[in-house]
Every structure is written in C-alpha cells, then in structure tokens.
C-alpha cells in the first residue's frame, strides 16, 4: 500500500491585503501517495502554484494544515520548516533556476552542501543522478552549453540528488516544445514510480494528461474533481497542434 506523503486538510489561503485581497485557495484537502505521479490541472489564476507553494512549505496556510511525512507544518520555527523542506521536498521549476557560472555537476551538487555528506561522497552521489537523467556527458557544461531540455533535466537531478519524499514540479514542460516536453514526463514519471516518492506535477497543457497516474483539477481555488489516469504502458505525449 502507498504511503501518505503529503496530506492536505482545509486550506485557504488568502493573498493581498484590503480591497485587493482574494482567497487564491478555498478548503482544499488532498494527500500525496508514494509511487504515484498526480498532475494538478487548471486554467491561469486557478491556484495551481500557491497550492504547490503550500504543500511544499514555501507558504502558509491562511487556514487549514499541511503534513509532510506526518509532521504538522503549522507553526514550525523557520529551521525546523527549512530541515522539513531539505529533507522531504525537491522543487522544479519552469525557469529552471540554475547558477550559470557553475557546472552542471556543481549545479546539482549543490543541493547537498547543506547536508552532512562528504564532498566526495557528493560528487558520487550527483554523478549517479546525472547518469540517471542522461546527463553523464554533460556534467562539465555550464548551463548556457545545454538546451532547454538539458537545462530542465539538471533541475530535476538538482531536486532529486537529495532523495526527497516528494518532488514538485511547476510547469516543467511550459518552455520546452513536444520533443523535449514528451522526455521530461516520461522522466517524471520513472521518477514517479520509485515507491519512496510522490511526485506532483503543476500544468495546464492537456498533452501531459496521459502520463498521470491521478488528475486533481482545480478552479477559482478549488479542486473540482479528480480523474485516474490510464495505465503506463499506454502513455503517450502527443505532438503539438500546429
């Protein structure tokens, strides 16, 4: 049976202040399982990244609770919420967020600097997680040698190379044509299948539907309804309509 990663209850999330003010999340309760690749659909303003936000412990509820793991995130010191976040959650994100003066063997090292683990031991472990990406031929570049694809291939190794819990990733194929956008879900997905991680997938392109195990679709800040996606073997990344 798949374990509970990320467990959800109630939340609302308020942004702004006065009249500007608006409830971007309104009593959403969802949880996260091991071994299982979930997208999180819906239009533009609907509330899919201040979710992500929320689940991964970036933002506080207004109203409601996160558990990562079973820990509580509500009032969490600030270094308690940080080790929480090193230790259970990898981040991808559309603009791939990569230090450009540094390798990609240093990008994706980087993430375990601030763990207790030897600069050798490091080294192994994100040449491991390169190869696993198909990166090992890359691994001295600098990121503005790569294309686009191996740009957001390094972030997920970067979000990997850690062994979190769960990995959330925000519109990772938004940049990316058909090509490179049909590798990074099959990638997701593999990563997917590995029972000691959930991953969570922000979208709003319907060609990465057929890759989900589970489909939450959220609109005016609410989930709406939740579909199962269809079986591995028969997923597929259709090209782009012209």
Known sequence: MSDTVIQASHIDRLLGSGAAQVRALR???LQLRSGEFTLLMGPSGSGKTTLLCVLGGLLSPTEGEVRIRGVSLANAAPGTLAKIRRDHIGFVFQSYRLFPTLTVLDNVRLALDIRDI???AQIVRAKQVLAKVGLS??????PHELSGGERQRVAIARAIVGRPSAVLADEPTA??????GHAIMTLLAEIAKD????VLVV???PRTRTFADR?????DGRI???EFGKPPRLRRFPAAVA
Do not use: G, M, Q, Y
């Open 224 to 226: 709406r309804s939740e």
């Open 27 to 29: 009593n959403v309760s």
């Open 195 to 198: 029972p000691s991680h959930a």
């Open 203 to 205: 979208t709003h392109d």
């Open 118 to 120: 030897s600069p050798a």
């Open 175 to 180: 940049s990316l044509d058909s090509e490179n």
């Open 215 to 219: 489909i939450l679709n959220i609109e």
């Open 137 to 142: 031929h890359k691994e001295r570049s600098l």
